[in-house]
Each structure stands twice: as structure tokens, then as C-alpha cells.
Nanobody
Framework: VQLQASGGGLVQAGGSLRLSCVVSGGTFSRYAIAWFRRTPEKEHEFVATVSWTGSAPTYADSVKGRFTISRDDAKNAVYLVMNSLKPEDTAVYFC???????????????WGQGTQVTVSS
């Protein structure tokens, strides 16, 4: 299973970005997909996850109400729409696939390469 994350970039505080994660190999519709981010302070900070059914997405408290995760099984893709971005959202964002939608990074089996998000103040 391979994951390709894209959509990162430089944006001013208050702006928006949409990250994409395209999955190839395996059976996409059976995987939970999550987004994590890495900063100098935190190696694996949970951001959001969506189950293989697409129901009941889960968000970190720090992004709740600003970020939205969704999946498109027809395109084998998961999206993370990030609104009202803050400088503290600056990080490398990774998507991950696994059998269960959990906040634990060690449960996910496959990882993408990461995409940099930088939010300027």
C-alpha cells in the first residue's frame, strides 16, 4: 500500500489549505485513514481520522471546528480541509492507513511521505 500526500504550502494566518492523500494498492475502502503532523516538539501529533465507513470522523481538540476530513472512495483519496490556520499549525503533515480509526500513530500500518504546511503570522 502506498500513500501520496500533497497540497501543503505557505499560507498566512487565517488562510486555508486542502491536503490530499491518494492511496494505491490494497483495498482502499477497507482502510481507516488518518492525518498526523510532526513538529520539532512533537514527533507524531494526531490531527484527524476517518473510518473505512466514512462515519464519525475524529479530530484533535486543537483543530476541531477548523479542520475537516473526508474521503472519496471512487478516487481512493482522503482530504483534509484546513481553515482558519494558525502559526501553531505549522508542521509536516502525514497521512496514514490502517485497519482501525484510532488516534494512536503506532496502530497505522502504512504512511505517506509528508507535506510541509507553513503558516505565517
Amino acid at each position: 500500500v502506498q500513500l501520496q500526500a500533497s497540497g501543503g504550502g505557505l499560507v498566512q494566518a487565517g488562510g486555508s489549505l486542502r491536503l490530499s492523500c491518494v492511496v494505491s494498492g490494497g483495498t482502499f475502502s477497507r482502510y481507516a485513514i488518518a492525518w498526523f503532523r510532526r513538529t520539532p516538539e512533537k514527533e507524531h501529533e494526531f490531527v484527524a481520522t476517518v473510518s473505512w465507513t466514512g462515519s464519525a470522523p475524529t479530530y484533535a481538540d486543537s483543530v476541531k471546528g477548523r479542520f475537516t476530513i473526508s474521503r472519496d472512495d471512487a478516487k481512493n483519496a482522503v482530504y483534509l480541509v484546513m481553515n482558519s490556520l494558525k502559526p501553531e499549525d505549522t508542521a509536516v503533515y502525514f497521512c496514514a492507513a490502517g485497519r482501525s480509526a484510532t488516534t494512536r500513530f503506532d496502530i497505522y500500518n502504512w504512511w505517506g511521505q509528508g507535506t510541509q504546511v507553513t503558516v505565517s503570522s
